[in-house]
């Protein structure tokens, strides 16, 4: 077919949206490489990813183009691809997050570099939703974030925590610091631990380089905040009698993470080659059967905008520090960092994702006071 073919077409599909190709409108796209027609035409999402981190097109207001085209059908139209084929075939057939795999988004995301997320993050270093409520800026909403958590699973002085997924140890110093808990965390960042341990020292905190199914022991509290996303579809069962193990009879165990509207068994073939490999965003239905039988669920909370706030807050803390980033990192890294964090800004927008708070204890224990938002 000809460029004329498949830039018509792709004109046809954005009309609708608002969206002109080479328009005036903040989200329309202005295209630099007629091979950029063909490309999408062909791969989908991941040529759409891949042809803005080459440069054949930008949009003045890339998060306003994003959110158009995620609040409409277009995702579901090209999933009908070879990349997406392949992705979902290769969940189907393997366990892509087994053990084996397990440091492997360690090693290509979350080590890419502590100066990265230094720059890009609040002061405590939370690379997960934000609390909006009542914050003014980024460092208040993700302290209201720590306490909303620490107040739902009712943390006091003196427990003992698993924080399975424990990043930077931002919620880990912050319960040992302001509500006297006693935490163990577990990553599988080797970048993460040796920050994590430096910023804890003095703290009841011990910061481990670990897969989730590997730890032992019985704790007040299991909390994961961000690790649910890594998980994938054939072990949330699991994780959730990680969870029931680790906890003690009369404990409570709370779950933050992404969420989507739809059950799903593979990712954006774009977001898992560049930024999260073997990611995977769990559904209701999907987390509701992997506790049915182990766990009650107490409180499920959604306040999924909130993400969009927050990844505004790390692209202008991005975007800002670039200029001394810009050497060590190079101009595809910051065209695919930037993408990558818009995209997802958009994703909340057009409530395509959601971001999910949910708080659970065991058969028979009295129902804890936890519906705090």
């Not at 107490?298 to 980033?325: Q, R, S, V």
Request: glycine share 8%.
């Amino acid at each position: 077919m000809s460029v004329n073919h498949h830039k018509e077409t792709i004109q046809a599909l954005l009309s609708p949206l608002g969206i002109t190709l080479n328009g005036d409108q903040p989200w329309d796209i202005q295209v630099h490489n007629e091979r950029f027609y063909k490309r999408v035409m062909s791969d989908g999402a991941l040529g759409l990813g891949e042809s803005y981190m080459d440069g054949w097109w930008d949009s003045p207001s890339l998060d306003q183009f994003l959110t158009r085209i995620l609040r409409s059908d277009l995702p579901q139209k090209f999933r009908s691809n070879f990349k997406y084929a392949l992705l979902a075939l290769q969940a189907r057939l393997f366990n892509m997050q087994k053990l084996k795999r397990a440091f492997q988004v360690g090693k290509e995301h979350y080590d890419v570099g502590n100066d990265l997320y230094v720059r890009m993050l609040d002061k405590r270093l939370l690379y997960t939703c934000a609390y909006w409520k009542n914050a003014k800026n980024l460092d208040e909403a993700q302290e209201a974030k720590l306490d909303l958590v620490c107040r739902k699973i009712g943390l006091r002085e003196g427990m003992t925590v698993l924080d399975l997924g424990c990043g930077w140890g931002g919620f880990a110093i912050y319960a040992a610091e302001k509500y006297g808990a006693k935490v163990t965390g577990v990553t599988v960042s080797k970048r993460q631990v040796e920050l994590a341990r430096e910023r804890a020292k003095g703290l009841p905190v011990d910061i481990r380089l670990q897969d989730y199914r590997t730890v032992e022991g019985q704790y007040d509290r299991v909390v994961s905040i961000g690790i649910m996303e890594h998980v994938g579809y054939k072990n949330y069962r699991t994780y959730m009698q990680v969870a029931d193990r680790c906890l003690k009879e009369d404990g409570i165990a709370f779950i933050h993470t992404i969420g989507g509207n739809n059950s799903e068994k593979s990712s954006n073939p774009w977001t898992n080659k560049y930024i999260f490999p073997n990611g995977m965003i769990p559904s209701i239905t999907q987390l509701g059967k992997a506790m049915e039988n182990i766990f009650v669920m107490e409180d499920w909370h959604n306040f999924g905008p909130d993400y969009d706030t927050t990844l505004m807050a790390w692209h202008e803390n991005f975007e800002k520090a670039w200029p001394e980033l810009k050497d060590k990192y190079g101009e595809r890294f910051y065209r695919m960092w930037r993408y990558y964090l818009l995209s997802s800004a958009a994703g909340f927008r057009a409530r395509y994702t959601q971001l999910w708070q949910i708080v659970m204890t065991k058969p028979g224990r009295e129902q804890p006071d936890c519906r705090l938002n």
